[in-house]
């Protein structure tokens, strides 16, 4: 069964950073591309930030740039986001996401995991 | 960054009607377009990809059409499980961009 399971979320401080992890399984991960998109509570849905097969092709929408850093590790099938000096406004659900198209970034998120909740307050 | 402009923001039918739901695109994204569900408490469903493409197991009431800057999202007849929210999405070099959704609602 294809899966991807976030983990990491949970309530911070702003200011402060906390790193967000994605495990794969059912798939080929080192073949696709991946992506974390967030949803604030009662709101639509924003990219956050994507990465190539082979980490040679990363982005970020405007928001996190800067404060936020996409990694892979392909032998743990493991996607990873580091989100440093978080504000309020990140707060969110946050879901890790698989390009559908394998080899180079498609235009469409085949796979989603359920999410892991980032609250940011004091 | 290409803006993605949902309408209506809320459509109101009831099972059996036919629903169009509309997503223009501030510059054209060619046929780079996709189209998802997501119903409360659940991750989205990838339901379009380029535009026109089901997705694998989408029934085939959803239809998708449009390119350039204009694209339509069509449910043939609403089934009760359609009532939901659907979000397009575009991809411009390394940034996608989600419009802001359409929620179909039961009259």
């Known amino acids: 069964e294809v899966q991807l399971v976030e983990s990491g979320g949970g309530l911070v401080q702003p200011g402060r950073s906390l790193r967000l992890s994605c495990a794969a399984s059912?798939?080929?991960?080192?073949?696709?591309?991946m992506h974390w998109v967030r949803q604030a509570p009662g709101k639509g849905l924003e990219w956050v930030s994507g990465i190539s097969w082979n980490s040679g092709s990363i982005g970020y929408a405007d928001s996190v740039k800067g404060r936020f850093t996409i990694s892979r590790d392909n032998a743990k099938n493991s996607l990873y986001l580091q989100m440093n000096s978080l504000r309020a406004e990140d707060t969110a659900l946050y879901y890790c996401a698989k390009d559908k198209t394998a080899g180079v970034a498609g235009n469409a998120f085949d796979i989603w995991g359920q999410g892991t909740m980032v609250t940011v307050s004091s | 960054e290409i803006v993605l402009t949902q309408s209506p923001a809320t459509l109101s039918l009831s099972p059996g009607e036919r629903a169009t739901l509309s997503c223009r695109a501030s510059q054209s994204v060619s046929s780079y377009l996709a189209w998802y569900q997501q119903k409360p408490g659940q991750a989205p469903r990838l339901l379009i990809y380029d535009a026109s493409n089901r997705a694998t197991g989408i029934p085939a009431r959803f239809s998708g059409s449009g390119s350039g800057t204009d694209f339509t999202l069509t449910i043939s007849s609403l089934e009760p499980e359609d009532f939901a929210v659907y979000y397009c999405q575009q991809r411009s070099n390394w940034k996608w961009t989600f419009g802001q959704g359409t929620k179909v609602e039961i009259k």
């Open positions: 059912g798939f080929t991960f080192d073949d696709y591309a």
